[in-house]
């Protein structure tokens, strides 16, 4: 079976980089260097643009448009599916039936009811999510069963952490996007305490290479993210580390609470299950192992691979 050519649009880095890393004949409808911070470009991805320019960081909807009627770009000829993400990227289809379509969609409140009952009904598109909560949702609501793929994350990429740091956790504007962010920065006061936003521009930006560096030394993670999970947790487990999170939609799937870490509501049971981290060795390590565990056995990047090229293949075959 001939590989499908697939057309991505710029996406979350982290998932737009597992993605790519399907193996399968990938162009970027961009150049990749605007992520080169975020994660590195599979060997599998083509750049369409032949060169990163600043602009290209400012591009919206209606430039994306004039790229995909742009000569150069040769769309729609030159693709047997487009893989989507956000809802803008959902509108911008929305009237192109050239090409099929795959949309990658987490959370139920990405999109309006209506907009969920056309894409639905629609042949030219199809519907794949790695979040349960959607998938569960479109069962019970829409009567519909889509494709559930978690994530997955190759173990020799992530060697288990020598826990001699101390908490860390990752987030893009936490202070905005966190659900706890006022408790988990008086949970976190005094401790030995790092936060990495690629967003922040006070701080200086954290190449793969230097989060990889950071999950390989941290003592515990600290998850604060949107509901159920964020790849840096799956990336915290796969590197051993044991978790501390806030109570947020869904989280237990993957910290179950005295197995591989603790959920906790306030500040206070926050601050003293990393205090326990934090001074308990022996208890660290074991939390360590079992999040280690968890992860080669429910998010092993050979599942997630095999899932997606299924997936693909049989849409753009």
Same mark, same amino acid.
């Given at each position: ?40 470009? %599979? ?10 320019? $600043? ?14 009627? $742009?000569?150069?770009? $040769? ?13 803008? @990227?959902?509108?911008?289809?929305? &009237?192109?039936? =050239? ?10 409140? &990405? ?38 793929? %978690?994530?997955?994350? $190759?173990?020799? &990429?992530?060697?288990? +952490? ?23 920065? =008086?949970?976190? =006061? ?12 006070? @701080? %200086? ?36 580390? %044991?978790?501390? +999170? ?5 989280? &237990? ?37 079992? +999040? ?8 092993? =990047? ?16």
């Amino acid at each position: 079976m001939t590989d499908p050519n697939i057309l991505i649009l710029p996406t979350h880095p982290g998932v737009q980089y597992h993605f790519c890393r399907s193996g399968l004949p990938i162009h970027f409808l961009g150049h990749w260097d605007q992520f080169h911070w975020w994660r590195p470009k %599979p060997a599998n991805v083509h750049n369409v643009l032949p060169a990163f320019e $600043d602009a290209q960081m400012e591009f919206g909807p209606a430039d994306f448009a004039r790229l995909l009627d $742009d000569p150069v770009v $040769d769309y729609p000829a030159r693709y047997d599916l487009v893989w989507l993400m956000f809802n803008w @990227q959902f509108k911008l289809f929305r &009237e192109r039936r =050239e090409t099929k379509k795959l949309y990658r969609v987490a959370k139920v409140a &990405e999109l309006e009811p209506h907009e969920w009952d056309e894409l639905l009904a629609r042949d030219d598109f199809s519907v794949a999510s790695f979040y349960p909560n959607t998938v569960q949702w479109l069962r019970e609501e829409k009567k519909v069963d889509v494709p559930y793929v %978690p994530l997955g994350l $190759d173990p020799d &990429e992530y060697v288990p +952490s020598t826990l001699e740091g101390g908490v860390l956790s990752i987030i893009h504007s936490w202070q905005d996007r966190g659900w706890h962010f006022r408790a988990g920065m =008086e949970a976190t =006061e005094g401790l030995p305490f790092l936060h990495v936003d690629h967003l922040n521009p006070e @701080q %200086p930006p954290y190449e793969y290479a230097d989060l990889k560096r950071e999950l390989g030394r941290a003592r515990v993670y600290l998850h604060d993210g949107e509901q159920e999970y964020t790849i840096t947790l799956i990336e915290a487990m796969m590197s051993g580390l %044991p978790l501390v +999170s806030f109570r947020i939609p869904g989280i &237990e799937r993957y910290v179950v609470h005295g197995e591989n870490g603790f959920v906790g509501q306030s500040a206070q049971e926050i601050r003293e299950h990393l205090r326990l981290l934090l001074e308990d060795d022996a208890l660290a390590a074991k939390m360590g192992a079992a +999040s280690r565990a968890m992860a080669e056995r429910d998010y092993h =990047e050979a599942r997630w691979r095999t899932q997606w090229q299924e997936i693909l293949r049989g849409l753009g075959g």
